[in-house]
């Protein structure tokens, strides 16, 4: 369609001749996909609703919308949200980032200096679970991916630490770890002997979005 009929000018041009419903035009917006026509976020949410009552049968133009009013720029925090409610993914920034501040005051150790540190060491580290793997030659063993903003960690979790942080190790999307640190054959391992879930105070009462999501 593009193509055929040259750039999209608007929102409403692009629902009319894609033939997109609000719940597409929405996740556009959130995404800010409308910034090529000078829309932030907030205000292209705005737009999308009567954008999506374009339709190649009716005349353009003629879908009855409010203008937009003055809306608040989304921060940094608001648009990785943002990002990660319409894409399942943050492009510019990760999250453990907004817990950084929180996971220094608690002595935890960003993932990149893990491979200066001495071995044996007990140290923390926090960040986002990405796989958790348990292997039917590991007897029993579960292992874990842990990734905050500067890399990603092995973490090795043993059948009784697994069996007393059961709930948390199981559904927890970010953790902070305690372990002592291995290294073997140039690869980085932390043996966890604690797990408590990396939760991030609001930094704006009653915002409910989920600065980390559950992994599937």
């Known amino acids: 369609e593009r193509v055929a009929g040259g750039p999209y000018s608007s929102p409403a041009d692009l629902s009319r001749r894609a033939g997109l419903g609000a719940v597409q035009l929405e996740a556009l917006a959130t995404a800010g996909a409308f910034a090529g026509w000078g829309l932030d976020r907030r205000r292209a949410l705005w737009v999308a609703g009567a954008a999506a009552g374009e339709r190649a049968d009716r005349l353009p133009g003629t879908t009855p919308g409010p203008p937009a009013p003055l809306l608040p720029g989304m921060d940094d925090l608001d648009i990785l949200v943002a990002d990660r ?28 200096r893990l491979a200066r540190a001495e071995p044996g060491r007990r140290i923390t580290v926090g960040g986002v679970v990405t796989h958790r793997q348990r292997p039917a030659t590991a007897r029993g063993i579960t292992f874990l991916n842990l990734e905050d903003e500067t890399g990603m960690l092995n973490v090795i979790c043993s059948p009784g630490l697994w069996v007393r942080h059961r709930s948390v190790a199981r559904t927890a999307s970010a953790l902070v770890v305690r372990g002592v640190l291995e290294r073997t054959t140039g690869v980085t391992n932390l043996v966890a002997d604690r797990l408590t879930p990396l939760i991030v105070p609001r ?9 980390f999501r559950p992994i599937r």
């Open 85 to 112: 409610w319409a894409t399942g993914i943050s492009p510019d920034t990760h999250p453990v980032a907004f817990a950084r501040a929180l996971l220094d005051r608690i002595g935890a150790v960003p993932v990149a």
């Open 203 to 211: 930094s704006t009462p009653g915002r409910k979005n989920p600065l």
